[in-house]
């Protein structure tokens, strides 16, 4: 199973044309289709929505071993 995310646009006849390269052919599929209406758009947060959203994942690593290698100096 693959999952596969699009942002797309209805137009005004309100009917949701898909259009997905899926890398087969000649074969029967199901297709499973999760309707969202909300769109997040990360790279327009004002600030307060950023500085939550820093809230949220400060520290979200803390438990993971992060090393850093040798510099190229």
Known sequence: MEAIKVKTHVGHDGILKLELPVGVSNSDLEVIVVVSS????????????????IESTAGSLADDLIERGDQWN
């Open 38 to 53: 909300q769109i997040t758009r990360d790279e327009n947060m004002d600030r307060v929505e950023w500085l939550a959203f």
